[in-house]
Antibody
Framework: EVQLVESGGGLVQPGGSLRLSCAASGFTFSSYWMHWVRQAPGKGLVWVSNINTDGSTTTYADSVKGRFTISRDNAKNTLYLQMNSLRAEDTAVYYC??????????WGQGTLVTVSS | QSALTQPPSVSGSPGQSVTISCTGT?????????VSWYQQPPGTAPKLMIYEVSNRPSGVPDRFSGSKSGNTASLTISGLQAEDEADYYCSSYIGSSTWVFGGGTKLTVL
């Protein structure tokens, strides 16, 4: 079964850092681009970042550029999102998703990040 | 990049059909046949329902269909069932390895 499981969320103060992980199983992780998408409480989905198969190419939404870094470890079948200089508006559930063609499937269950003092 | 425009809510009775629109621009929806749709029941992760405008993944009922005209994509759900009640999101590739989502539509089955 293809599965993605996020972890690493929690409560962090404004200006702080957090690293999210996404453990993949059931498919050849190194063959797929991977993405992070977030959803603020009661709000819609927002695309955050993606990374190519070998980690050499990354792209970010303007709202996180320069603060977030996406990376992957294909030997560990794990995707990461390093989040620095966190702001209240970064509070959200963060989902990782596998990209197949131009669509996202499947999605992980999400991990909640709360930025508050 | 601004979010694609979806109606905040739609509703229908069991057995009826509803259509959810997703309006973008000539730079996103209008430029690419890379529109996908996701269903998100409350408290759960999004699930792929339609990819590349009108293709249905295995396991998705054929009551779900997608189309596109110009800068607007649409998701139609026919033979509405109570289990279809959820939030629905469209997504489009917008070039340079970036994507955008719609604001989401809450479907209520009356």
């Amino acid at each position: 079964e293809v599965q993605l499981v996020e972890s690493g969320g929690g409560l962090v103060q404004p200006g702080g850092s957090l690293r999210l992980s996404c453990a993949a199983s059931g498919f050849t992780f190194s063959s797929y681009w991977m993405h992070w998408v977030r959803q603020a409480p009661g709000k819609g989905l927002v695309w955050v970042s993606n990374i190519n198969t070998d980690g050499s190419t990354t792209t970010y939404a303007d709202s996180v550029k320069g603060r977030f870094t996406i990376s992957r470890d294909n030997a560990k079948n794990t995707l990461y999102l390093q989040m620095n200089s966190l702001r209240a508006e970064d509070t959200a559930v963060y989902y990782c998703a596998r990209r197949v063609g131009s669509w996202f499937d499947p999605w992980g269950q999400g991990t909640l990040v709360t930025v508050s003092s | 990049q601004s979010a694609l425009t979806q109606p905040p809510s739609v509703s229908g009775s069991p057995g009826q059909s509803v259509t959810i629109s997703c309006t973008g621009t000539s730079s996103d929806v209008g430029s690419y046949n890379r529109v996908s749709w996701y269903q998100q029941p409350p408290g759960t992760a999004p699930k792929l329902m339609i990819y590349e405008v009108s293709n249905r993944p295995s396991g998705v009922p054929d009551r779900f269909s997608g189309s596109k005209s110009g800068n607007t994509a649409s998701l139609t759900i026919s033979g509405l069932q109570a289990e279809d009640e959820a939030d629905y999101y469209c997504s489009s590739y917008i070039g340079s390895s970036t994507w955008v989502f719609g604001g989401g539509t809450k479907l209520t089955v009356l």
